[in-house]
């Protein structure tokens, strides 16, 4: 069983099917993405604050993102899980205690193990791959998200997927928002203050929702009455899902997992093929 070439067929149809969901995933972001109107569709108002000398931003209109994107990301997200499991299952009927040594309790806890810390995936990987050989899990450990530290292993690619399978699967359907990036001002009419500064850009670690506050304006007040501004922004956004940017998720996870796939076996280019479009890796 060790050198059958077939053994890793089924995770890699799981794995193209997932970049087929993405792609079409990437056609509904670049419509969206070319729609002039979406930046009319992000209202902002301006509060006076004295005691920081500026002008606090705020959102107060803001168009919610195409269900229908969620949906498909459930999909992307259920495929490349699926796709990491089977990895797991074909890693363990390579190694010596394969799936018809073990108990039914024994088998149903096998899978890709995804950890943020290490002394947890030595623990687990006894458990979810019994009788790998060291070089398969020396493949599954280097791509773990607790390499990244305590600060960015949230942000792991297999970290977001592990969250965003587990809550599309058993909850909800997990929506995507809007990720500010940087926001644009042009102050039209200032009283009773000068404009000095304007941030050229921003942190907002929270998805943009109405009444977010965003990169403010900070002004000299010049005049004895409350100062007064009127102003038009523009506010550039990206869609993100859990905390990290749609885009970079999805290109980090066909990367990741393609390249465990290589390190693995090579892929069944004629099987892929068959599924039509772009899913051959390198293609």
């Not at 404009?195 to 965003?214: K, M, N, Y």
Request: charged content about 25%.
């Amino acid at each position: 069983m060790e050198h059958d070439p077939r053994l890793f067929e089924s995770a890699w149809l799981k794995w193209a099917w997932a970049k087929a969901h993405a792609e079409t995933l990437k056609a509904y972001l670049q419509v969206w993405g070319n729609d002039p109107k979406r930046w009319t569709r992000i209202g902002m108002a301006t509060r006076y604050d004295p005691k920081h000398h500026r002008f606090n931003v705020y959102v107060m209109e803001l168009p919610s993102l195409p269900i229908e994107w969620s949906v498909v990301i459930g999909d992307i997200g259920h495929n490349y899980r699926s796709c990491l499991d089977h990895i797991a299952w074909a890693i363990v009927r390579r190694g010596t205690k394969p799936p018809d040594t073990l108990s039914e309790y024994d088998q149903s806890r096998v899978g890709f193990p995804i950890y943020d810390d290490r002394i947890k995936f030595n623990r687990g990987v006894k458990t979810m791959l019994p009788g790998a050989r060291r070089a398969d899990i020396a493949i599954v450990r280097r791509n773990q998200p607790y390499h990244g530290g305590k600060r960015r292993s949230g942000r792991h690619a297999f970290a977001v997927l592990h969250r965003l399978s587990n809550e599309d699967k058993h909850r909800t359907i997990q929506p995507t928002f809007m990720s500010p990036q940087a926001a644009t001002y042009h102050v039209e009419n200032a009283l009773g203050c000068t404009v000095t500064r304007i941030p050229a850009s921003f942190l907002l670690g929270e998805p943009l929702q109405v009444g977010a506050q965003l990169a403010p304006i900070y002004v000299r007040k010049t005049g004895p009455t409350e100062p007064y501004l009127e102003m038009r922004g523009q506010l550039a956004v990206q869609p993100a899902i859990l905390g990290v940017l749609l885009g970079e998720w999805l290109v980090a996870m066909e990367d990741l997992v393609s390249t465990i796939l290589k390190e693995l076996a090579d892929p069944p280019t004629d099987l892929l093929a068959k599924l039509g479009g772009p899913v051959v890796p390198g293609a």
